[in-house]
């Protein structure tokens, strides 16, 4: 069975930093694109970054430069650095696999991050 | 930035229902257009991929059609457990895009 279990969210100030961390059980991670989304409060889903299989990484331009995705295949984990935190990244962060196709296939439960003063 | 737009924003509906949810994208995008479906306090699931394909596991009632800009979502004989916000997204280039949503509300 495919699971992925976020953590690492947190309530943090504005400025602030935190890394976010998928646990990826049931398939061969190291074979699997990776997408982290995020869904603000009573708002819609928000693609924010994607890394490849073999490394290729893009990103929303509202989180370039402060976010970093990142992968670690031996411990089957995804990973989403973030820095200079505001208040509009306030919301639940998804770990998502993309299916062969490239399509979100699965996703996590979510963690929340709130950066609030 | 392919924009994806979504209508209606939200609809009320009485089971047994047919629904139809339509995603214009802003430039053509092939086939690279997958349906989710969000209940409250839930992640999303995955209903269509490519369009029309569908997906183990996924009611028949619920299908795809489209291509290109132009996308639509049927939900034959809806039923109470229907009741969701369900997105459009695409795939075919980055950044990936979601629509903003249809908010189906069972009467």
């Known amino acids: 069975e495919v699971q992925l279990v976020e953590s690492g969210g947190a309530l943090v100030l504005p400025g602030g930093s935190l890394r976010l961390s998928c646990a990826a059980s049931?398939?061969?991670?190291?074979?699997?694109?990776f997408n982290w989304v995020r869904q603000a409060p009573g708002r819609g889903l928000e693609w924010v970054s994607y890394?490849?299989?073999?490394?290729?990484?893009y990103y929303d331009d509202s989180v370039k430069g402060r976010f970093t995705i990142s992968r670690d295949n031996a411990k089957n984990s995804l990973y989403l650095q973030m820095n200079s935190l505001t208040d509009e990244d306030t919301a639940v962060y998804y770990c998502?696999?993309?299916?062969?196709?490239?399509?979100?296939?699965?996703w996590g439960q979510g963690t929340l991050v709130t950066v609030s003063s | 930035e392919i924009v994806l737009t979504q209508s209606p924003d939200f609809q009320s509906v009485t089971p047994k229902e047919k629904v139809t949810i339509t995603c214009r994208a802003s430039?053509?995008?092939?086939?690279?257009l997958h349906w989710y479906q969000q209940k409250p306090d839930q992640s999303p699931r995955l209903l269509i991929k490519?369009?029309?394909q569908s997906i183990s596991g996924v009611p028949s009632r619920f299908s795809g059609s489209g291509s290109g800009t132009d996308f639509t979502l049927t939900i034959n004989s809806l039923e109470a457990e229907d009741a969701a916000t369900y997105y459009c997204?695409?795939?075919?280039?980055?950044?990936?895009?979601f629509g903003q949503g249809t908010r189906l509300e069972i009467k």
């Open positions: 998502a696999r993309a299916g062969y196709g490239d399509y979100v296939d699965y």
């Open positions: 049931g398939f061969t991670f190291s074979a699997y694109n």
């Open positions: 890394i490849s299989s073999s490394g290729t990484i």
């Open positions: 430039q053509s995008i092939g086939s690279s």
């Open positions: 490519y369009a029309s």
């Open positions: 997204h695409q795939t075919s280039g980055f950044p990936r895009t």
